[in-house]
C-alpha cells in the first residue's frame, strides 16, 4: 500500500499569503497519478488537480499543483477567505487507492 | 452536469448489513469512460477508499474491507451500490460515491455526491 504523507498538518495563514502544501509518497507514483482535494465542514471533497498539475474545471488559477515521483505540492498564490479548509493528496494509480491524512489551513 | 446522490438508512445496528445507493443522473455509469467508487470518512478523520466498480461490473476492493464488502452495477437503474457485512462502531462514517474517470492512464475521483451519514449503534 503507497503512504502519502502530507505536511504541515495545520498551518495559520491570513488572507493574501502564498502557501505550499507538501505531499510525500512512499513508493514513485506511476504517470504521476496523484490528486488534490479540498474540503470545507459539512462538504464533499472537490476536486483541484489530478495527474499532480491538471487542474480541475473552475478551479480558479490562484491555485497550481507540481511535483513528480515522490514529492508533490499545492500552492495557493494568494490566499482568499474561501480557501480555509482541509486539503488532501490522493494517488491513484495503484490499488488500494489512498489518502493523505490532510493539510488543514485555518485563519491566523 | 453529472450529479451522483447517496441514499440508505441513517442508522444501523452492530453486526447487521449496512445497504447504500448511489444514483446517477445526467450520464450512464455505463459508459466505458468511467468507474464509481465509494469512499469513508469517519467523525473528524481523513477519507478512506472502499472500492471501485468498472462501467463492465468489475469490482476492486480496498483489502482492509475486502472480506465485508460487496460493489455491484445496476445498469438498468443507473446506479451502483455499496453493501458492509457485520458493521460495527467503527464503520461509523460519512459514506461517499464518487465517479472516477481516466486520465489516459488511471482513474481519479472527479465527481462526488453530498455524502450521507451513517451511524452504527444499538
Known amino acids: 500500500e503507497i503512504v502519502l504523507t502530507q505536511s504541515p498538518g495545520t498551518l495559520s495563514l491570513s488572507p493574501g499569503e502564498r502557501v505550499t502544501l507538501s505531499c510525500r509518497a512512499s513508493?514513485?507514483?506511476?504517470?504521476?497519478?496523484l490528486a488534490w482535494y479540498q474540503q470545507k465542514p459539512g462538504q464533499a471533497p472537490r476536486l483541484l488537480f489530478y495527474?499532480?498539475?491538471s487542474r480541475a474545471t473552475g478551479i480558479p488559477d490562484r491555485f497550481s499543483g507540481s511535483g513528480s515521483g515522490t514529492d508533490f505540492t499545492l500552492t495557493i498564490s494568494r490566499l482568499e477567505p474561501e480557501d480555509f479548509a482541509v486539503y488532501y493528496c490522493q494517488q491513484y494509480g495503484r490499488s488500494p487507492y489512498t489518502f493523505g491524512l490532510g493539510t488543514k489551513l485555518e485563519i491566523k | 452536469q453529472v450529479q451522483l446522490r447517496e441514499s440508505g438508512p441513517g442508522l444501523v445496528h452492530p453486526s447487521d448489513i449496512l445497504s447504500l445507493s448511489c444514483s446517477v443522473s445526467?450520464?450512464?455509469?455505463?459508459?466505458?469512460?468511467?468507474?464509481w467508487a465509494w469512499i469513508r470518512q469517519p467523525p473528524g478523520k481523513g477519507l478512506e477508499w472502499i472500492g471501485t466498480i468498472s462501467y463492465s461490473g468489475s469490482p476492486d476492493y480496498n483489502p482492509s474491507l475486502k472480506s465485508r464488502v460487496t460493489i455491484s452495477l445496476d445498469t438498468s437503474i443507473n446506479q451502483f451500490s455499496l453493501k458492509v457485512n457485520s458493521v460495527a462502531a467503527a464503520d461509523t462514517a460519512v459514506y461517499y460515491c464518487a465517479r472516477q474517470r481516466s486520465d489516459g492512464h488511471f482513474y481519479y475521483m472527479d465527481v462526488w455526491g453530498n455524502g450521507t451519514s451513517v451511524t452504527v449503534s444499538s
Open positions: 495527474g499532480a498539475s
Open positions: 445526467g450520464g450512464s455509469v455505463s459508459r466505458s469512460v468511467f468507474y
Open positions: 513508493q514513485s507514483l506511476s504517470s504521476n497519478s
